[in-house]
């Protein structure tokens, strides 16, 4: 029987799991490969310095509720202080000061498929919106076929009918279909995409080079300084497998299960990957900002460190292992968060913090010079479907039951 979370996390489109969860068990996270460090963050600024896991307390204050199975929240990096949240049936809204917008910034309703794992799943701005007025967003189509696109904005509306598809991807089953799409400081678009789904990856395609299934992709949206190719994007020259015959160019990395929320560390670039688990270990995969691509993250060889399925001996070959992996004790579905990078909570600065959509537990993350730490820093009551960032840095969670909080220090 297929016990997926991130398919919890949508599936039951309204129904709150939080019915199945009963008691608690206590399990923690556990550090995989401390990676000892000889500065405390060796792609960041020297100071400040994160203030330790064992000294920290968070809270979460309410932006807003009454959403409808909300996934995601950004800000537009443009200075208004606008956030736009992401719902799964195909729409997104603005709010200002807690205060929803009357009119939706987007409706695409009419064209994403919403069933299982479907839906309106992924949101970014462009880099220069301020400019520009473009965003890109992600979703699957009524065919259920991942889709990329690229709209423009006027004000406080974006025009439906500027809609420009990039990337298709068709989709064997309804879950594990991914959704986050983000840039890197690189300039380049980041594509998380999950392995077709059903349950252990029937179709090999987390170690198939020559699919785009289980993979993060890396397109150039602007076609700058892109090898040539008949599409919509272009293909980073220096991707890792964009000269391997038989590979698809667009992968920058693959053994992935459903990196259904990943993020950039904006101080740094360094990428953290909250990739779901299949019947046993979530994970948390970090890869620095000086990394050249092509990491194997292992699945379906590995279902986080452990060799998948059980009772199989270990598969050859060169895998990344996460930095935190953790048992169905302590969570069943991954959320994969940020590291605070703001103003308003300094006592939080530098940590990573990410949680469970099962569970409801929030955890921070520290890379110091020992190495990984993690720490529970909240035990709550939300299906923590997705962090988010402002403007601002500021950390957002998003609640599946329909609301937006703002996370705090205590």
């Not at 968070?58 to 606008?82: H, K, N, Y």
């Not at 992709?217 to 602007?222: E, K, N, P």
């Not at 379906?300 to 004790?329: I, L």
């Amino acid at each position: 029987m297929l016990r997926h979370k991130t398919a919890i996390v949508i599936a039951l489109a309204g129904t709150l799991v939080l019915l199945l969860i009963g008691c608690k068990p206590n399990s923690t996270p556990v550090v995989v490969t401390p990676q000892p460090t000889t500065t405390v963050e060796p792609t960041a600024p020297a100071v400040p310095q994160p203030t330790p896991l064992g000294d920290m307390s968070i809270g979460f204050e309410m932006v807003t509720d009454g959403l409808s199975q909300p996934l995601f929240v950004t800000g537009a990096a443009d200075g208004s202080g606008r956030l736009f949240v992401v719902e799964k049936p195909g729409l997104v809204w603005i709010i200002r000061d807690g205060v929803r917008s009357t009119q939706p910034f987007l409706d695409i309703s009419r064209s994403v498929s919403t069933n299982s794992e479907r839906g309106l799943l992924g949101l970014v701005f462009s880099q220069s919106f301020a400019e520009d007025k473009l965003f890109y967003i992600n979703y699957t189509d009524a065919s259920g076929a991942t889709t990329v696109s690229r709209l423009k904005a006027t004000g406080d509306s974006a025009d439906a009918a500027s809609e420009q598809v990039l990337l298709k991807i068709k989709q064997p089953y309804a879950n594990h279909n991914g959704g986050m799409i983000a840039f890197g400081s690189d300039g380049y678009l980041y594509v998380g995409m999950g392995d077709g789904g059903s349950g252990g990856d029937p179709q090999g395609s987390g170690q198939n080079l020559g699919v785009l299934l289980g993979k993060m992709l890396r397109i150039d949206v602007a076609r700058e300084n892109s090898a040539a190719r008949d599409t919509e994007y272009g293909i980073p020259p220096d991707n890792p497998f964009a000269n391997k015959p038989g590979a698809s160019r667009e992968i920058w990395a693959y053994g992935l299960r459903n990196p259904w929320r990943f993020s950039f560390d904006r101080a740094t670039g360094d990428l953290w990957i909250g990739d779901v688990g299949q019947n046993a270990w979530e994970e948390i995969d970090f890869q620095p900002a000086d990394s050249v691509g092509g990491e194997n993250y292992g699945w379906n060889a590995y279902e986080g460190t452990h060799v998948y399925p059980p009772s199989t001996k270990a598969r050859p070959g060169e895998f990344t292992k996460p930095v935190v992996e953790y048992d169905h004790g302590a969570g069943e579905s991954v959320t994969g968060g940020y590291v605070y990078r703001g103003t308003a909570e300094p006592t939080l600065w530098g940590t990573y913090f990410y949680g469970d959509y099962v569970s409801g537990r929030v955890w921070g993350l520290q890379r110091t010079a020992r190495g990984f730490e993690t720490r529970e820093l909240a035990d709550t009551a939300y299906n923590i479907v997705s962090f988010g960032e402002d403007d601002a840095g500021e950390l957002y969670l998003v609640d599946f039951g329909g609301a937006i909080y703002r996370m705090v220090a205590k």
